[in-house]
Structure formats: structure tokens, C-alpha cells
């Protein structure tokens, strides 16, 4: 046995590490080396993140098969605090994105909330700015918009009521996934403005087709003042529908009724009914308006 120990070290020991990668791309481009691809995908897949960032020290394939999918389950945050903090009373700095592999950036997520305690007092320009993101955030996203694999926004006390412009602006070629979740919606006058921008903002936006669009999500929670946002998520999710042709699954909790006839290929939708209520409204489900909704696609998707 001690025979063998030493036999297999001197192996290791006369190994020429100078050649162990051009040997494993070797291995993986031989027609025989395809089961070990195969084999190291399934187990790269397995992994978690911690997992696999320590094997990417010792894999001498990492760049070929391990780094897709630490890509895929790791994430990278940029974060902020509003430049001016209502509440406190101060300003703070906002940090710019920091330079990265904008290829790596399939997956964004775009959290819009307010540091305001209970109703949001923010200044309408504040609000459509997007004042919690990044300065340079808008430079930065047409820069890699068209690698986008999977865009989610939540919104928290505020809604950006132009958010949707981006749509017409930009193809998302690869979009295959869009999740809209909108926490609840603060009014005033004030926010609102004149008849001619509530107009605007409740029309239906003019987006570019959204070919690849599998999935789309819209999310509201229940409560008081969440009438306010179906009255903005509605046109925005119509318009989406409407450029989606080959939508395959649509999952809808809200207390509106979109028109699904534009989605042909649609294969499941998923509905919970979100009531919605104030001093003066309330808003709960329309029998009517929801069996409109569905006869469309009735006989022809799963409904849930």
C-alpha cells in the first residue's frame, strides 16, 4: 500500500501543471469528452455560491463551464440612499455604478422607494426621477439593456409614473421575464397635477415588441390607496400584453382585468383578486370583467 502512495506522488510530482489547462480543453473537445462536460455541468448546477467560488480555484475548466452558473446565482447590488432625505432633514451623497461586465448583467432588479415614514411627501420631479437610484444609472442601463434575461421593479410607497418610457426607448431583445411589484401607492393632489398629465399617465404606453417575453408578473398588495396603483400598473400591463406575442404564462394579483386576446400563445395564467379600498372607494372583485378576462383565453390555457 505505502508502495502505491509513493508511486501515485511521483506522479503528481513529474505532473506538468504548465499543461493541465490545454490538456482539459483537450479533454472536452475530444467527441469522448463530451460526458465529462455533461458530467460537470450537472455538477456545477448543483452547487451553491459559496461552493462555487472555491472551485473556481482548483477547476482548470472554471471559464468554460463553472462561471455561467456562479453567474447565474450570484448577484450584484448596487445600492443608495435618496440625495435628499425628507425625513432627516440632510442630504447625503449618492454613489455612481461602479465599472463591471455589462454581459454579466442579465438579471436587474430596480427597487424604487422612499425614506418617507408613513404617506410619501415627496415632490413629484423627485419621484419621477428615480431619485434612489444611481446618478448614472440611466447612461449605464442603455449599455446593457440588450443583454437582459430578466427585469423585476419594486416599487415601494411611490410610483414612477413614467418608468414605462423606457419601453419605447430601448428593443430587450433577450427580455424573456418582466416582474412588476408594487407595494402600495401614495396620492395627493399635488402629485397627481393637471387633467392633461393624469391623462397622460392612464393611457395605454407605446412600447417595442417584446418578442422573447415568456413570463410576465404583476404583483399589487391589498389595502387601503391600492386603487390608486391599478390605476398606473393597468395601462402599463396592458401595454405589455399587447407587445408580447409569445407570452407562454401570466400571473396577474391586482383588481384589474387586462385584455389577454394579443397573447396567442399563452399557456397558463395564474389570477388572485387583490381588493382595494379608501375613505371614499373601495374596489373589489368584478365578476363580469374577470370572466371577460378569461373567455379569451378559455379552452386554450391553464387556468389557476
Given at each position: 500500500m505505502q508502495a502505491g502512495n509513493d508511486q501515485t506522488a511521483t506522479q503528481l510530482n513529474n505532473l506538468d501543471l504548465t499543461n493541465m489547462e490545454y490538456l482539459a480543453m483537450k479533454t472536452l473537445t475530444n467527441p469522448l469528452g463530451s460526458n465529462l462536460l455533461t458530467i460537470l455541468t450537472k455538477v456545477f448546477c448543483s452547487l451553491d455560491v459559496k461552493t462555487l467560488k472555491s472551485a473556481r480555484f482548483v477547476c482548470t475548466v472554471w471559464?468554460?463551464?463553472?462561471a455561467k452558473f456562479l453567474g447565474q446565482k450570484a448577484r450584484l447590488t448596487f445600492s443608495s440612499s435618496p440625495k435628499y432625505r425628507l425625513n432627516y432633514c440632510k442630504f447625503t451623497n449618492l454613489k455612481e455604478l461602479t465599472s463591471f461586465?455589462?454581459?454579466?448583467?442579465?438579471?436587474?432588479?430596480?427597487?424604487m422607494i422612499c425614506d418617507c415614514s408613513l404617506t410619501c411627501q415627496c415632490p413629484p420631479n423627485q419621484?419621477?426621477?428615480?431619485?434612489?437610484?444611481?446618478?448614472?444609472?440611466?447612461?449605464?442601463?442603455?449599455?446593457?439593456?440588450?443583454?437582459?434575461?430578466?427585469?423585476?421593479?419594486?416599487?415601494?410607497?411611490?410610483?414612477?409614473?413614467r418608468w414605462h418610457?423606457?419601453?419605447?426607448?430601448h428593443q430587450f431583445q433577450n427580455l424573456t421575464q418582466i416582474c412588476n411589484i408594487v407595494e402600495k401607492v401614495c396620492h395627493d393632489d399635488s402629485w397627481w397635477g393637471d387633467e392633461d398629465e393624469v391623462k397622460t399617465r392612464l393611457e395605454v404606453?407605446?412600447?417595442r415588441p417584446l418578442r422573447n417575453l415568456k413570463v410576465l408578473s404583476v404583483m399589487m398588495s391589498a389595502g387601503q390607496q391600492n386603487h390608486f396603483a391599478s390605476d398606473f400598473l393597468s395601462p402599463i400591463s396592458q401595454g405589455l400584453l399587447n407587445y408580447a406575442p409569445n407570452l407562454?404564462?401570466?400571473?396577474?394579483?391586482?383588481?384589474?382585468?387586462?385584455?389577454?386576446t394579443p397573447c396567442r400563445k399563452l399557456d397558463e395564467i395564474k389570477f388572485t383578486n387583490q381588493d382595494a379600498r379608501c375613505d371614499e372607494y373601495s374596489r373589489k372583485l368584478d365578476v363580469p370583467e374577470m370572466t371577460r378576462m378569461l373567455e379569451a383565453e378559455l379552452g386554450k390555457s391553464r387556468l389557476k
Open positions: 471559464d468554460h463551464v463553472g461586465n455589462h454581459k454579466l448583467s442579465r438579471n436587474v432588479t430596480l427597487v419621484v419621477e426621477a428615480c431619485r434612489n437610484l444611481p446618478p448614472n444609472f440611466a447612461i449605464c442601463f442603455s449599455e446593457f439593456f440588450d443583454e437582459l434575461d430578466t427585469l423585476k421593479f419594486f416599487v415601494g410607497r411611490t410610483l414612477q409614473p418610457e423606457m419601453w419605447g426607448t404606453p407605446q412600447f407562454e404564462k401570466f400571473e396577474l394579483e391586482a383588481n384589474f382585468y387586462p385584455d389577454l
